[in-house]
């Protein structure tokens, strides 16, 4: 469908107001589900009879439907029933339209190609009927007095937005549709005032703006209890334009919402006929010569041809080209056929309905309408084989591992700010062209900041152990074209990586307030080298050259055969305090790019040793500086083909230890496949592993 994937607009409805223009048999909870069905959500039922409210959420690409009358046409479509007219509502006769009766002045014609209004005299300003107040409240709008109550109420009943404006304070008795002068200034109804650009779309009276267009208002020329003199206004408005009016002064308001994603070109006339029935019914007065209808230019949607066969192709169904004609005709849309050979109709799309362009979007409508249960399940025509993408397999096996390692799989967005492109690559960046923010301009170049985000909101929550994964993509530009590389990201709370600790362990005991974090890191570490353990690397290392915003004594680089693949470790402290993160966060991010060239391990069968292996300890001094990965490589240098595995077992610091050295407690595992190992080859192993380590500067203790 073509709301899926779109934002929706959440929002309330009365159903006894809908019925007001069909008469569905069904209850309630029927008519939403059924309206559900079509696209039209209602998300839940609250109150009972006429105090009911569907709480619904409508795409943002369907204005039309965001008020009752457009989810009468909905319900008189699903159900074939007869829609009763809008103006059945208006009280007001029909009038040739006359420019003549109140002075407008369109200067932007390309901004503003519609512009209606309707004067009423001498009536009187006075809380709404029963009806409308009640009705308004029901939607969460607070009345406020018969003449605004009129526009709101017509609002939600058909979707146009209006506005009335106290006729006696338009100076010069006239208005003018054009753009504002730099520096002007407009106090909208809300009571704050704005400073205007030459950007900004107004209506204004022969002195000033008294209404930033299809936002709001103004607050000098509003209705109060001494108005007695009214014009009505309704328009049409460049969506564009009052979308940046909107943004750029932090108004969202019910008008500009709709005003932004297409108002209905055909209703400008229509609306003020209504508005000015309220508005008479309730407070008197007279409604004085024609309505003002100016038209700079017409608004026609190209119409649309359909093929029947394609409708039939697309859907996979069999629809009668009858039932075709008559959801499109109960949806508004006028179909005339045409063409014998293959048949098919030339569609014209209702002037509230912007959002269908083309023959597909014509197709999805016979699709909600008709159902999409009931169309039988069937699978599209394929020849050939079923191939599995190359790096499938990789993915899987990454993805996988994560989810063993206890990490959940999330996905973050794939915008991020210029400061955090900066800050955590140095990558060129790809632009957003027309960004939702600054915080969302460009494309990401690492997945760190995204990661972060995610760690940020659930600790925010109180969410206190978190593990979190994600593979995806980061953009970048290299030698001027764009490319697109793998990437794989781990983030964990300290807290979560602390539970998953065993009680024994590598333990530095003379770091005291610090072992907890040290012990984390290489739990973390761990993970990273669990996850790389699928694949078919000769050697695994690691140094420390890693990104400054990590911390530079536990975070490390990892290297596959010498080749850089990623970095991982503890956040640094400034990187925590700017990102407000609640404690110490973990994060790695691997380049599975290269993860690809290297290729999955082959996984061989091995059986146990059937002879003993033999454990030997070595105590030793070193200086700080040389790091165990440094002694890793020197051993492992030796390439004694029994040496099974190499790793420390203690650290300590202090005591007869003197300053800038500690001692370390190695231990080797030693086993043969083709016999028990003799004392003299033991004896002559230890002493090139002696010779090794003391080559590094190290001396060994008793």
């Not at 009214?230 to 940046?244: F, N, Q």
Request: charged letters at 25%; a negative charge; hydrophobic letters at 45%.
């Amino acid at each position: 469908m073509k709301l899926a994937g779109r934002r929706r607009y959440t929002m309330k409805l009365s159903p006894q107001w809908i019925r007001d223009f069909v008469d569905p048999t069904v209850d309630d909870r029927r008519l939403a589900e059924d309206l559900t069905g079509v696209g039209i959500a209602v998300e839940g039922i609250s109150g009972a009879g006429a105090d009911a409210v569907f709480e619904m959420e409508i795409g943002t690409n369907r204005p039309d439907a965001m008020n009752h009358y457009g989810v009468a046409r909905e319900a008189a479509a699903i159900y074939n029933l007869p829609l009763k007219q809008l103006s059945a509502f208006s009280r007001q006769p029909s009038a040739k339209p006359s420019p003549k009766s109140f002075p407008i002045t369109v200067e932007e014609p390309a901004l503003c190609p519609r512009f209606s209004a309707r004067v009423i005299r001498e009536t009187k300003i006075k809380p709404s009927p029963t009806k409308i107040a009640r009705r308004l409240a029901l939607l969460d709008q607070r009345p406020i007095s018969n003449a605004v109550d009129a526009t709101n109420y017509v609002l939600w009943e058909m979707g146009k937005p209006t506005h009335v404006f106290d006729m006696d304070l338009l100076e010069g008795g006239r208005l003018i549709i054009r753009r504002a002068k730099d520096g002007e200034k407009l106090k909208t109804l809300d009571g704050v005032e704005r400073r205007l650009t030459s950007e900004d779309l107004v209506v204004a009276d022969a002195v000033k703006p008294v209404g930033l267009a299809g936002v709001m208002g103004g607050f000098d020329t509003m209705i109060t209890d001494k108005t007695r003199n009214i014009l009505i206004e309704s328009a049409w408005w460049d969506p564009a334009t009052v979308r940046k009016s909107s943004r750029r002064h932090g108004l969202h308001t019910d008008a500009s919402h709709r005003f932004e994603r297409g108002a209905d070109f055909e209703a400008t006339v229509l609306s003020c006929d209504l508005v000015a029935a309220l508005i008479l019914e309730s407070g008197g007065g007279e409604s004085v010569g024609n309505v003002v209808d100016v038209v700079s230019r017409q608004i026609d949607l190209a119409p649309v041809v359909l093929r029947v066969s394609e409708v039939r192709r697309i859907l996979g169904g069999y629809l009668e080209a009858g039932e075709i004609f008559r959801i499109l005709k109960k949806l508004g849309f006028t179909v005339i056929p045409e063409g014998q050979a293959d048949a098919q109709f030339r569609v014209h799309i209702p002037s509230w309905r912007l959002d269908v362009e083309r023959e597909i979007d014509v197709i999805e409508e016979i699709a909600r309408l008709h159902g999409y249960d009931k169309f039988e399940n069937t699978l599209p025509a394929f020849s050939g084989a079923v191939v599995e993408l190359p790096q499938a397999a990789m993915d899987a096996g990454l993805r996988g591992r994560a989810l063993a390692l206890g990490y959940n799989e999330a996905v973050s967005l794939t915008f991020i700010s210029h400061a955090d492109a900066e800050k955590f690559c140095s990558a060129s960046v790809l632009e957003v062209e027309n960004p939702l923010s600054e915080e969302a301009s460009v494309m990401r170049t690492s997945m760190a900041p995204g990661m972060l985000d995610m760690l940020a909101w659930n600790l925010n929550r109180d969410s206190e152990n978190v593990r979190l994964f994600e593979m995806g993509r980061v953009y970048e530009l290299r030698g001027g074209e764009r490319v697109e590389p793998a990437r794989l990201c781990l983030g964990a709370t300290l807290a979560a990586v602390k539970a998953s600790l065993p009680v024994a362990g590598v333990l530095d005991v003379s770091k005291g307030e610090h072992a907890a974090a040290a012990e984390a890191f290489r739990s973390f570490k761990g993970d990273v080298e669990n996850l790389l353990a699928a694949f078919a690397y000769g050697e695994l290392g690691f140094d420390r050259e890693t990104a400054e915003y990590f911390h530079p004594g536990r975070s490390a680089r990892v290297l596959i055969d010498g080749a850089v693949v990623g970095q991982f470790g503890q956040i640094a402290e400034t990187v925590k305090a700017e990102r407000k993160l609640r404690q110490d966060v973990l994060l790695a991010e691997i380049d599975v790019e290269r993860l690809h060239v290297v290729g999955l391990r082959t996984v061989r069968f091995a059986p146990l040793g059937k002879y003993p292996a033999v454990e030997r300890d070595f105590s030793f001094v070193f200086r700080d500086e040389v790091e165990f990965e440094a002694m890793r490589r020197a051993v492992i240098g030796l390439g004694i083909p029994e040496l099974r595995e190499f790793k420390p077992v203690e650290i300590f610091r202090g005591g007869a230890i003197g300053t800038g050295k500690y001692s370390i407690l190695l231990r080797v595992k030693l086993q043969s496949d083709e016999g028990t190992l003799r004392d003299e080859q033991i004896a002559a192993w230890a002493a090139q592993i002696v010779a090794a380590l003391q080559g590094l500067g190290g001396v060994q203790r008793a």
